[in-house]
């Protein structure tokens, strides 16, 4: 086990994370799994999902995901605030703490905003949703999947030569 802090946000290809730290979360699979399953079951019964309603966002048409995404980011705040006040640790006991944006010219954050919210209007669903979609029963979601994958793994490989 690593006694150096767990950093939300970092990069963890740079191998900060030994093997044994990676093995260490596998024992929590079960509950992870779990608890993605009642996620997945809160997102569509609230209709967090549905095409409709992001289209209904987009158009500013309708509050209903406006509330949503606005209730998730004050209970992260708060979140992160008890964190920090109460000096609460990881399972393994490793101290949590947030990573400082760095802005630069925040080129990557305007640009990386504008492709996300483009896929997102095109194909009606973020990632988290996509799997969401997927277990509903949606397999067309698997090219939109299939599709973010292939996005990722080209931003993998051209990644050194884009500028940051």
Do not use: N
């Not at 608890?35 to 997102?43: E, Q």
């Not at 010219?105 to 997102?120: D, E, I, K, N, Q």
Request: aromatic share 10%; glycine share 14%.
């Amino acid at each position: 086990m690593s006694t150096s802090p767990t950093t939300v946000g970092a990069d963890t290809r740079s191998g900060s994370h030994e093997d044994s730290d990676v093995r260490a979360g596998t024992g929590y699979l079960g509950a992870y799994l779990a608890l993605g399953m009642v996620l997945g079951i809160v997102a569509l019964k609230t209709e967090l999902v549905s095409w409709f309603r992001i289209q209904e966002m987009f158009r500013f048409q309708a509050f209903h995901m406006y509330g949503i995404i606005g209730s998730a980011v004050i209970v992260a705040a708060a979140s992160i605030a008890v964190l920090k006040r109460l000096g609460l640790r990881t399972l393994e006991g490793e101290e949590i703490r947030t990573q400082a944006k760095v802005m630069g010219r925040g080129t990557r954050y305007w640009a990386g905003g504008t492709l996300f919210g483009v896929g997102w209007v095109l194909t009606g669903a973020c990632p988290g949703p996509m799997f969401v979609l997927i277990g509903s029963g949606l397999g067309v979601f698997t090219v939109v999947l299939l599709s973010a994958i292939a996005g990722m793994w080209t931003y993998g490989h051209l990644r050194r030569s884009l500028p940051h």
